[in-house]
C-alpha cells in the first residue's frame, strides 16, 4: 500500500510551511519553529531523528521517509522474506523508537541513556534517587542477558503486549 | 424451622469438599432444596393478604384496652412475624441469593458448562414454581422501582468505576457508532418488520392486527438494547480479549441513552396514534439532552466527590461512604429528569476515580474494591433469580407467531446491524475489526432484565398487549441468555478468538508508553495534524496544571504519573517480599550469621574482609541510631492510645511502618555494601513459606511486621502515625537519609557517581519522607486474593 498522491501534496504543503526560508530544505531552526514542541520533553530528540547522522539539512524525500514509520501497518501484508521490511511494520516502527532512545547508535540501551529519558520526562518534578532506582529496576525488568542494557531484542520483547500498531500510527498518513 | 435448616444447611457447606462422595452431594442438594421450600413459604404467606393479621392486632388492642383492669398471663413467648416482615423477607432473599452463589461452585462440572446466569434464572423457575404450588401468591418481586432504584446501580457503579479508560477512550467512537447508531437500527427494523409481519394473516384474523405501528416501534425499542447486567455475567467468564470485551460492553452502557428516548417518544405517542416530523427531531435533541446531560450530572457529582475527598484525611472511616453516596445521588438526581442514569453513573466514577484514589487511604480504596463487588454481585444474583420468579408469575400471553418472528428479527437485526456498521467503521480504524470480532460483538449482543422492566412499565390501560409483549421479551431474554450464554465459550474456543491477557504492566511498558505518546504527538505537531494525542496531551497538560492541584491533597498533586506507578510497585514487591519470607535479608538479626555462617569466600581478599566490614556497619548504624533517637526525643510527643471510633489510629499493621521503613534502607545500604565489596558474597535465601501459610501468618500475627531492635537499650517511640503531617512526628528515614549523605561521601572515593543532587533543601527532603510514610501507610494491607489489574493503568494515558 503506497501513500496516496493527497497525502504527498499535504505533506508537501506542512513541508514549505515549515521551510520559512523556501531553501527546499529544512534546517534545525525550523524544526524548533513549531511551537509545540519546545513544550515537548523530547522534542529536541524528535527533531535530531529527522536528520541523518553528519547532515545539517532535511530534504523532502527524507521527511516523507521519517514520517512513513507512522503509517498504519498493513496487517494482511503476505509475509513475503524476500521484500525488504516494509517502513511502517511493526518491528520498523520499533526500531525507530529504539534509536531515539539509543543515541549512540551503539544497538544497545544504557542506564546512562535511559536516565537520561527519564530527566527529560520528568524533569524537574522528581530526586536523582528517583529516577536512579527506576532506571535501575526497569533494566533489571527487562534485561535478560545480564549486560545491564537493553538490546533492541529485549526492547522488543518488554513491548510485546502492547499494541504498537495501533500506538505508533497516525490515520492521517494512511 | 427456618432457622435450624439455615444452621444444618450452613454448617454442611463448608465440610463438604469436591472429592466427597456422591450421597453426600445428593444430601446437600437435597438440604438446599427443603431450605428453600422452608424459607418460600413465609415469603408466600407474607406477600398474602394479610387482612386476618390486622384484624388480630386490633382485637388484641380492643381487649387491651376494654379489659385493663383484668390481669393476663404475662406472654413468656410470642411471634410477631408482622413487625419484621419486611426486612426479614429482603434478607432472606439476598441470603437465598448467596446461598445459591456458594452452591454452584461445589458443584464444579456444572459451573463450567452453564453459565452462572443460566442456573440462577433457573433457580428463580423453581423458586417461583414451589410458591405456585404452595398455593400462595408470588411476590412481586420484579417490581420496576425496586429494580431501577436498588437493584441496578450497584452493578452499573462497579463497572463505571472500575471501567479501563483507555480501551475505553481510544474505542470511543467504534462503541457510539454500536450504541447509537446500531440500537436505532435494531429498533426500527424490528418494530417496523413486526408490524409488517402483524399485517398479513388476512385471512386468519387475529388480535394481532388491532396492534399498531406505534406499539410495534415500542417493543423494538424495547428489545433492541443490549443488556449490560446480561453482558456481563457472560463475558466475565470467558475472558476474550480487552477490545472485543470494551466494545459490547460500552455499547450496552451507552445504549441506555437511545433506549430512555425512543422508550418515551414512543410511549407518549402510542395513544395518539402519529407521530410528527417535529416530534422526530425533538427526539433528536431530546437524545443530546439525556445523554450529555446524564453525563454532565454525573460528572459534577464526580468531581464534588473528588473534592470531598481531598479533605477526609482525619476521617478516613467515612471515606468509602463519601464515593457510595455521591454516586448514587448522581444516578438518582439524572433520573429525577429522566436524563439516562446509568450514563451518569458511569460518568461519575469515571470522573472522580482518579482524584479520589490518589486522596483516599489505601484501605479505603480496598473497602470500596470489595464493597462494590459484593453489592454488584449479589444485585446481578438477585435481578436473575427475580427474572426466573416472574417469569412463573406471568401473567402470560403466548402467540406462537408473534414470538417466533421476534426472536428470529432479534438475531436477524443484529447480525446485519453489525456487519453493516463494521464496514463502515473499519474505514475509520487503524486497527480493523476482524470477522471473527463481528461475530463475537454481533453474538454477544445478550437481552437482560432492562427489557424486561421496561415491559413492565408499560401501562395496562393503553396497552391492550402488555401479557403478549411481556412474553415475547421474556423469550428472547430466555433465548440469549440460555443459549448464547451457553454457547459462546465453545465457540470463542472453536474461533481461537485472543483470550485476555494477563495484564501485569511492567515498569518498561509504562516508561515507553509514556515516551510513545510524547513522540507521537511531536510528531503530530510537525505534521501540523491536531490528531487524537495532540488533544489526549492539551488534556493531559490542563489536568496536571488546574484540576489536580483543586482536587488532590497535599504532596500528591504534583506526583507525576510515572512516579506514581513506580511507587505502588515497588510496594507491592515490598510486600511480597516480607511475605514470601524475605526477612532472612534483614541485617537486623544478621550481623553474625552472615559473617560466620554464609560467607564462603573464594580467596582471602585482599582489601577490608567482609567479617569485619559487617559488624562495623552495624555498630555504626546503631551508633546513628541512638544519636538520631536521642536528638528528636524532645520533639516526640507520646500520644496515648484510646480508642476512639472517628479517628483511624495506627493500628499494629501499620504500627510495623517505622520499622519497615528502617529495614527498608538497611536492606539498599547492605546490599549495595556488599555487591560492591564482594562479588561472591551471597546470602542464601529462606525457602519461601506457601501462600496460605505466609497468609494466615501475616493476618494473623501483626507483629510478624515488627523487627526487633539491634540493641535493647534503644529507645523505641511510638508515634500516632494517622496524621503523618504533623509537625511532631518524627520522620526517620528523612533522618536517615540526612545521616547517611556523609557516609556516602567518605565511603564511596572509588565510585564514580554523579553527584548527588538529593542534597537539596531539607524541605523537598521532609516532603518526601512524609510522603513515603504516607504511602506506605496507605498501602499496608492486604492487597486480596485476585488484584485487579486493571488498577494499575493510569488515568490520562
Known amino acids: ?168 500510527s497516525i490515520r492521517f498518513l494512511r | 424451622g427456618v432457622s435450624c435448616f439455615l444452621q444444618t444447611a450452613c454448617q454442611c457447606l463448608p465440610g463438604c469438599d469436591f472429592g466427597s462422595s456422591l450421597p453426600e452431594r445428593a444430601l446437600l442438594l437435597v438440604l438446599v432444596l427443603v431450605f428453600l421450600q422452608g424459607s418460600v413459604l413465609p415469603l408466600g404467606a407474607a406477600s398474602s393478604p394479610d387482612v386476618s393479621h390486622q384484624d388480630k392486632t386490633d382485637n388484641h388492642k380492643v381487649e387491651a384496652q376494654g379489659h385493663n383492669y383484668t390481669k393476663k398471663a404475662f406472654p413468656v413467648l410470642s411471634i ?72 441496578l446501580p450497584p452493578i452499573i457503579l462497579d463497572a463505571g468505576y472500575f471501567l479501563p479508560i483507555r480501551p475505553f477512550m481510544e474505542n470511543l467512537g467504534t462503541i457510539l457508532m454500536f450504541a447509537v447508531v446500531g440500537t436505532l437500527w435494531n429498533a426500527f427494523f424490528i418494530g417496523g418488520l413486526l408490524y409488517a409481519v402483524c399485517q398479513i394473516q388476512p385471512d386468519n384474523p387475529s388480535s394481532l392486527h388491532q396492534i399498531e405501528l406505534l406499539p410495534c416501534l415500542l417493543f423494538g425499542s424495547i428489545i433492541s438494547a443490549v443488556d449490560p447486567v446480561a453482558v ?4 466475565e467468564e470467558i475472558h476474550i480479549n480487552e477490545l472485543l470485551h470494551i466494545l459490547v460492553f460500552g455499547e450496552s452502557l451507552l445504549n441506555d441513552a437511545v433506549t430512555v428516548v425512543l422508550y418515551h417518544l414512543f410511549e407518549e405517542y402510542s395513544g395518539i396514534g402519529t407521530v ?28 464534588l466527590a473528588a473534592f470531598t475527598s481531598r479533605f477526609t484525611s482525619h476521617t478516613r472511616v467515612i471515606e468509602p461512604l463519601f464515593v457510595f453516596v455521591y454516586s448514587y445521588m448522581a444516578y438518582l438526581s439524572a433520573e429525577m429528569f429522566h436524563l439516562s442514569g446509568i450514563m451518569a453513573l458511569i460518568a461519575c466514577g469515571a470522573v472522580m476515580r482518579p482524584y479520589v484514589e490518589a486522596n483516599i ?57 453489525v456487519v453493516g456498521l463494521t464496514y463502515v467503521i473499519n474505514k475509520f480504524r487503524i486497527v480493523k475489526l476482524t470477522t471473527k470480532d463481528q461475530f463475537i ?42 443459549v448464547q450464554g451457553m454457547t459462546i465459550k465453545p465457540l470463542v474456543e472453536l474461533l481461537a478468538v485472543k483470550k485476555k491477557q494477563e495484564a501485569k504492566r511492567s515498569i518498561n511498558e509504562e516508561i515507553h508508553t509514556q515516551f510513545l505518546d510524547h513522540l507521537l504527538t511531536g510528531i503530530e505537531d510537525i505534521c501540523g495534524h491536531y490528531g487524537h494525542h495532540h488533544w489526549k496531551d492539551k488534556l493531559n497538560r490542563f489536568n496536571k496544571k488546574y484540576v489536580k492541584k483543586c482536587l488532590i491533597a497535599g504532596e500528591r498533586s504534583k506526583e507525576p504519573q510515572l512516579i506514581a506507578f513506580y511507587h505502588k510497585m515497588e510496594m507491592k514487591q515490598a510486600i511480597e517480599l516480607v511475605e514470601s519470607g524475605g526477612g532472612v535479608k534483614l541485617p537486623a538479626a544478621m550481623p553474625s550469621t552472615v559473617s560466620m555462617q554464609n560467607i564462603q569466600p573464594k580467596k582471602p581478599p585482599p582489601a577490608l574482609p567482609p567479617e569485619r566490614a559487617l559488624p562495623q556497619l552495624s555498630k555504626g548504624r546503631e551508633e546513628e541510631i541512638r544519636k538520631i533517637l536521642r536528638s528528636n526525643l524532645q520533639r516526640t510527643r507520646q500520644r496515648l492510645r484510646s480508642y476512639n471510633r472517628h479517628t483511624l489510629v495506627a493500628d499494629p499493621y501499620e504500627d510495623g511502618l517505622n520499622d519497615f521503613l528502617i529495614k527498608k ?9 556488599i555487591t560492591e565489596m564482594n562479588n561472591y558474597l551471597t546470602v542464601p535465601s529462606a525457602p519461601p513459606d506457601s501462600p496460605t501459610i505466609t497468609r494466615a501468618r501475616l493476618a494473623s500475627d501483626p507483629q510478624a511486621y515488627s523487627v526487633k531492635p539491634t540493641s535493647d537499650s534503644v529507645p523505641t517511640i511510638q508515634v500516632d502515625l494517622a496524621s503523618p503531617q504533623s509537625p511532631d512526628s518524627v520522620n526517620l528515614m528523612d533522618e536517615f537519609r540526612n545521616a547517611r549523605q556523609p557516609e556516602q561521601d567518605e565511603d564511596r572515593g572509588l565510585m564514580m557517581k554523579p553527584p548527588s543532587e538529593a542534597k537539596g533543601p531539607k524541605r523537598p527532603e521532609d516532603a518526601e519522607g512524609a510522603k513515603d510514610q504516607q504511602r506506605l501507610m496507605r498501602c499496608l494491607s492486604d492487597p486480596g486474593p485476585s488484584a485487579d489489574e486493571d488498577e494499575d493503568e493510569p488515568f490520562l494515558p
Open chain 2, 232 to 235: 456481563l455475567a457472560v463475558f
Open chain 2, 361 to 417: 487511604s489505601h484501605k479505603s480504596h480496598t473497602t470500596i474494591k470489595y464493597f462494590l463487588k459484593m453489592w454488584s454481585s449479589v444485585s446481578e444474583t438477585l435481578i436473575f433469580i427475580f427474572l426466573g420468579v416472574a417469569t412463573v408469575d406471568g401473567p402470560h400471553n403466548w402467540n406462537w407467531t408473534f414470538v417466533t418472528v421476534t426472536v428470529i428479527l432479534c438475531l436477524v437485526a443484529r447480525v446485519i446491524g
Open chain 2, 441 to 482: 460483538v454481533a453474538y454477544g449482543g445478550l437481552r437482560g432484565a432492562i427489557a424486561f422492566s421496561l415491559g413492565f412499565l408499560l401501562d395496562p390501560a393503553h396497552f391492550a398487549m402488555r401479557e403478549m409483549f411481556l412474553t415475547a421479551i421474556i423469550t428472547v431474554i430466555f433465548f440469549t441468555v440460555f
Open chain 1, 1 to 168: 500500500m503506497k501513500i496516496s498522491p493527497a497525502h504527498i501534496i499535504r505533506l508537501y504543503d506542512r513541508f514549505e510551511f515549515l521551510d520559512k526560508e523556501g531553501s527546499g530544505q529544512l534546517r534545525l531552526e525550523d524544526f524548533a519553529e513549531v511551537k509545540e514542541l519546545a513544550m515537548n520533553p523530547i522534542g529536541d530528540r524528535i527533531i535530531g531523528a529527522f536528520f541523518s547522522p553528519g547532515q545539517e539539512t532535511v530534504d523532502f524525500p527524507s521527511f516523507v521517509r521519517i514520517l512513513a514509520h507512522f503509517r498504519p501497518t498493513d496487517k494482511n501484508r503476505a509475509k513475503d522474506s524476500t521484500q525488504p521490511e516494509p517502513v511502517n511494520s511493526r518491528t520498523s516502527k520499533l526500531k525507530f523508537a529504539f534509536q531515539l532512545y539509543d543515541q549512540d547508535r551503539d544497538g544497545k540501551i544504557s542506564r546512562a541513556e535511559l536516565l537520561q529519558v527519564l530527566r527529560e520526562m520528568l524533569g524537574m518534578q522528581v530526586t536523582e534517587e528517583q529516577l536512579e532506582s527506576i532506571a535501575d529496576r526497569a533494566i533489571q525488568e527487562a534485561d535478560l542477558d545480564r549486560d545491564d542494557a537493553i538490546s533492541f531484542e529485549e526492547f522488543r520483547k518488554s513491548l510485546e503486549k502492547v499494541n504498537i500498531e495501533h500506538k505508533m
Open chain 2, 80 to 151: 410477631d412475624y408482622h413487625y419484621i416482615q419486611t426486612p426479614f423477607e429482603i434478607s432472606l432473599w439476598v441470603l437465598l441469593a448467596s446461598l445459591m452463589k456458594l452452591g454452584f461452585h461445589l458443584i464444579p462440572r456444572l459451573s463450567s458448562i452453564v453459565p452462572e446466569s443460566c442456573l440462577l434464572i433457573v433457580v428463580g423457575l423453581l423458586v417461583g414454581g414451589l410458591i405456585k404450588l404452595a398455593g400462595e401468591q408470588v411476590p412481586p418481586v420484579m417490581n420496576t422501582r425496586l429494580f431501577f432504584l436498588c437493584l
Open chain 2, 665 to 673: 534502607q538497611k536492606i539498599i545500604e547492605l546490599e549495595k555494601k
Open chain 2, 276 to 303: 410528527s416530523v417535529l416530534d422526530g427531531f425533538l427526539g433528536v435533541i431530546s437524545f443530546l439532552v439525556v445523554a450529555l446531560g446524564g453525563v454532565l450530572v454525573g460528572a459534577i457529582y464526580g468531581i
